[in-house]
């Protein structure tokens, strides 16, 4: 029903949980020992009133030293894996509570990178007014590779119009992931000043469900030049 559309979290269809979704359940329980029906289907235990103690996993709510509201999220082993901010109402932490259980297929945004990234663009100058369009290559991949062996990752990135290249800028390389979860970042590097790009990445399985990875290559654009993406290329890592 998911990828009809039909509904648009898991934990929203009757069927749920699936056999597909139990088969990557299992897998998930084998590689990071955590169960993904467990997270979609944790309860909420509120120990700011008198209630029953629920089981892990769970969500329980709280209210600090300062008379703040707050959540902590227990995995299925009783570790805290998520501890929210402070809230004035039990209200508020609620909603808290839901935008995170909404929000798994938000992208991570890695300000250890953002600042590594901004150090080479800095010495790179910045062309005239105005934004120009961008098309990214990623050049062709192996259909396999072994465990630990080492990829490179090579394109080029190039005005749309003129086909220059565009230097001095960073580009990520993702594994594209099913529409519920979100892709993963597996290396990044900068172009040259001809636009051209060679981004090594250590190969390994980063899905529990298979052994291929997706692999596309993404310019997320700056003041001057809009974003673009490569063609996807998938390879099995063995």
């Not at 359940?25 to 169960?35: A, G, V």
């Not at 993702?174 to 090594?200: H, K, N, Q, W, Y």
């Not at 692999?215 to 993406?229: C, E, V």
Request: proline fraction near 3%.
């Amino acid at each position: 029903m998911l990828l009809n559309n039909k509904v648009e979290f898991c934990y929203e269809c009757e069927e749920f949980p699936c056999e597909n979704l139990k088969h990557i359940d299992k897998r998930c329980q084998t590689f990071f020992r955590m169960s993904l029906i467990d997270n979609l289907n944790s309860h909420i235990e509120d120990k700011t009133v008198e209630t029953k103690k629920l089981s892990n996993p769970k969500y329980e709510v709280f209210t600090d030293i300062a008379s703040k509201f707050r959540f902590n999220l227990s995995a299925s082993n009783g570790e805290i894996i998520a501890a929210s901010e402070a809230y004035e109402t039990k209200q508020n932490v609620l909603r808290g509570i839901e935008a995170v259980q909404n929000s798994c297929d938000a992208e991570i945004q890695d300000l250890t990178i953002d600042q590594e990234a901004e150090e080479v663009i800095d010495v790179c100058e910045e062309p005239g007014p105005g934004v120009s369009d961008t098309v990214l290559e990623l050049s062709s991949l192996p259909s396999s590779v072994n465990s630990d062996s080492t990829v490179t990752f090579k394109g080029r990135l190039m005005l749309d119009e003129s086909g220059e290249g565009v230097g001095c800028v960073k580009v990520d390389i993702f594994d594209r992931d099913p529409s519920f979860l979100r892709d993963d970042l597996l290396a990044f590097g900068g172009t040259e000043v001809d636009g051209t790009f060679a981004i090594d990445w250590i190969a390994k399985q980063t899905d529990f469900w298979d052994e291929s990875v997706e692999i596309y290559a993404r310019f997320a654009g700056t003041q001057n030049y809009r974003s673009s993406k490569s063609e996807i290329y998938t390879m099995r890592v063995l």
